[in-house]
């Protein structure tokens, strides 16, 4: 009789767990999801990776994986046309760049044309400060690399233009 008893308790007990495992799998799925935790953790502005001008940096979005938006930062010491360039592994994939301010307004809108592996948007022109790109996933997911190049500064620009006594 205890020895059946023992069976049956740890048989229910196996299956408690199995349930409770099942719900925290399903658990985090559904949050993973919803809040975007498989972003790599530059889901929110706050948490923005930076980038160094000319140097590429590798990320990946998903619109349905939790990986729907990715936020970047960069700085520019002085005024310059900006160039962003992505490269997409996926190129079907339905995606935005969002250039914004240090507080997190919207300044250029650059649209991923669907179907090309490259976009390459040019003479964006900016002022010195503090920026974010905002990479989000509007549909499907994809394998991403970013690069951001100056063209010029206002200083690079004024000693081409004015010939400097000395
Ligand atoms: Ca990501």
């Known amino acids: 009789m205890i020895g059946k008893a023992k069976t049956s308790i740890a048989r229910n007990m196996h299956k408690l767990t199995l349930i409770y495992t099942v719900l925290a799998l399903g658990g985090c799925a559904f949050f993973e999801k919803s809040l975007d935790t498989n972003s790599g953790g530059d889901h929110v502005r706050g948490k923005a990776k930076p980038i160094e001008i000319g140097v590429t940096h ?3 979005v998903s619109a ?8 970047k930062s960069f700085s520019l010491p002085d005024a310059a046309l900006l160039e962003v360039h992505a490269y997409w592994d996926n190129p079907s994939i339905q995606a935005v760049v969002n250039v914004r301010d240090q507080f997190g307004g919207r ?30 996933a509007k549909r499907g997911a ?4 970013l690069e951001l190049k ?6 690079g620009v004024q000693s081409n233009d004015i010939d400097a006594p000395e």
């Open 58 to 60: 590798d990320d990946h």
């Open 64 to 71: 349905y994986g939790g990986d729907h938006t990715d936020w």
């Open 107 to 136: 300044i250029f809108e650059l649209k991923h044309k669907q179907g090309r592996r490259e976009d390459h948007w040019t003479d964006i022109r900016m002022r010195d400060g503090e920026f974010y790109l905002e990479v989000v």
């Open 142 to 145: 994809s394998v991403y690399t």
């Open 150 to 155: 100056q063209k010029g500064t206002s200083s």
